[in-house]
């Protein structure tokens, strides 16, 4: 009976540790705040501010915000701009030294209740065809998309500087219908600051 019992535990031992080394890496989290404000400055454009909605896309919210207070934004570009749709950047490029992780989509088509519409003003995390495929690349939108809503991880709204995602997405000159912007022309990032 005795050995019965101490296979039984070496076994759930062994199950125990598998199971911790198998242990993801726990997503990004913000601690109990529900709203975020940052500060977008595009050089040449000015500065955007943003209210980041921690309620709603909490992982999305903490990802940015984490992304934003190590500078990893500040110097990078807008490469993909198409007018009356959206101004898209944040994608790391050769000198950046943070290497971002995937977060899970927090939208509707992938099991999270996320009501915020894509539309003007709004900000969304781009990401692939895997809906948990999202990293550092993030869009504000110049029109609206109802297409995107409940298939991507919208998390906050513009409060001041829309003119100037307009003029942005105005002046850009893609060279595709997918609008890719040559990177002599990509608008920068100057910095991206989180204020409270």
Same mark, same amino acid.
């Given at each position: 009976?005795?050995?019965?019992?101490?296979?039984?535990?070496? !076994?759930? &031992?062994?199950?125990? %540790?598998?199971? =911790?080394?198998?242990?993801?890496?726990?997503?990004? @989290?913000?601690?109990? /705040?529900?709203?975020?404000?940052?500060?977008?400055?595009?050089?040449?454009?000015?500065? !955007?501010? &943003?209210?980041?909605? %921690?309620?709603? =896309?909490?992982?999305?919210?903490?990802?940015?915000? @984490?992304?934003?207070? /190590?500078?990893?934004?500040?110097?990078?570009?807008?490469?993909?701009?198409?007018?009356?749709?959206?101004?898209?950047?944040? %994608?790391?490029?050769?000198?950046?030294?943070?290497?971002?992780?995937?977060?899970?989509?927090?939208?509707?088509?992938?099991?999270?209740?996320?009501?915020?519409?894509?539309?003007?003003?709004?900000?969304?995390?781009?990401? %692939?065809?895997?809906?948990?495929?999202?990293?550092?690349?993030?869009?504000?939108?110049?029109?609206?998309?109802?297409?995107?809503?409940?298939?991507?991880?919208?998390?906050?709204?513009?409060?001041?500087?829309?003119?100037?995602?307009?003029?942005?997405?105005?002046?850009?000159?893609?060279?595709?219908?997918?609008?890719?912007?040559?990177?002599?022309?990509?608008?920068?990032?100057?910095?991206?600051?989180?204020?409270?």
């Amino acid at each position: 009976m005795m050995k019965k019992i101490l296979v039984v535990l070496a !076994v759930l &031992l062994l199950v125990l %540790a598998s199971a =911790a080394c198998g242990k993801k890496t726990p997503e990004p @989290s913000v601690s109990g /705040q529900k709203l975020y404000h940052a500060e977008i400055t595009v050089k040449g454009y000015g500065t !955007v501010k &943003l209210e980041l909605d %921690a309620e709603t =896309a909490p992982i999305t919210v903490a990802n940015f915000v @984490s992304l934003a207070k /190590q500078g990893f934004y500040d110097g990078l570009t807008f490469h993909r701009i198409i007018d009356g749709f959206m101004i898209q950047g944040g %994608a790391p490029n050769s000198s950046s030294k943070i290497t971002p992780k995937t977060i899970k989509g927090e939208f509707k088509s992938n099991g999270v209740e996320n009501p915020i519409k894509h539309v003007p003003g709004v900000i969304s995390m781009a990401r %692939a065809n895997d809906k948990n495929s999202a990293s550092s690349q993030f869009f504000i939108m110049v029109g609206t998309a109802p297409h995107l809503d409940g298939n991507y991880a919208a998390f906050g709204h513009v409060t001041e500087g829309l003119e100037i995602v307009q003029k942005i997405a105005k002046d850009a000159k893609p060279v595709d219908n997918n609008g890719t912007i040559p990177a002599a022309q990509q608008p920068v990032i100057e910095k991206v600051v989180i204020t409270d």
